[in-house]
């Protein structure tokens, strides 16, 4: 299984709401990754998980919360967030090799957020 | 990081070769030449990687020039599914991120 899957594909959501996106792979891949892409720019970094603990973060604002729950799953957690928080979200992973990343990231279709 | 530049739009007929170019002037000895592309709506997709020589596996040609100033993906036959935004990216084989540039974007035409 070379797949990464997020869920859902679109989500739409209220500035007072609080929703989760999720991310699955199979590869056993220890490194974990969300970018986010705003539309015709490229994607940005925004968090990076290694062997499930939080290793970068972008300084990306705190109404943006990441997990980790296993080394297969990866979620973000949105609460009141703002309309120009809009964007595709995607979620990637890649193999560890003794902490140091490995560029051959796999990603997933990403989540299209719409913020009201 | 070194910072590349790539041209921002190529067409390509359909059956051609397509020879996506990247400068890449401050490339460091321990950096590596990535290139990736991103199918409208689609995320990224790892196509190809190379330090010093040439590459090819079943998607494309990777070439550096000697003073690994610049390099060319090639896409040996396009085909109407390879119209994307590639991105060359230059890095070193640590860390994590991935810094996208503004990358190419490719049409294939009938």
């Known amino acids: 299984d070379t797949e990464v899957t997020q869920t859902p594909k679109h989500l739409v959501m209220g500035m007072t709401n609080k929703k989760s996106l999720k991310c699955e792979q199979h590869m056993g891949h220890r490194a974990m990754y969300w970018y986010k892409q705003k539309a015709k720019k490229p994607p940005e970094l925004m968090f990076v998980?290694?062997?499930?603990?939080?290793?970068i973060n972008e300084s990306v604002p705190s109404r943006f919360s990441p997990e980790c729950p296993n080394s297969s799953l990866l979620n973000l957690h949105l609460h009141a967030l703002q309309p120009e928080d809009s964007a595709l979200y995607l979620c990637a992973s890649s193999q560890e090799r003794q902490g140091q990343g490995y560029n051959e990231q796999f990603f997933g279709p990403g989540t299209r957020l719409t913020v009201l | 990081d070194a910072k590349t530049t790539q041209p921002p739009s190529m067409d390509c007929a359909e059956g051609r070769a397509a020879n996506l170019p990247c400068n890449h002037s401050?490339?460091?000895?321990?950096?590596?030449v990535y290139w990736y592309r991103q199918i409208h709506s689609q995320g990224p997709q790892y196509i190809i990687h190379g330090l010093k020589n040439n590459e090819t596996n079943e998607m494309a040609s990777l070439i550096i020039t000697e003073d690994r100033k610049s390099s060319t993906l090639i896409l040996p036959h396009a085909t109407l599914r390879d119209t994307a935004v590639y991105y060359c990216i230059v890095r070193a084989n640590s860390g994590y991120a991935l810094n996208f540039g503004k990358g190419t974007s490719l049409l294939v035409t009938p």
């Open positions: 998980y290694s062997y499930e603990k939080l290793s």
């Open positions: 401050t490339i460091s000895g321990n950096e590596y």
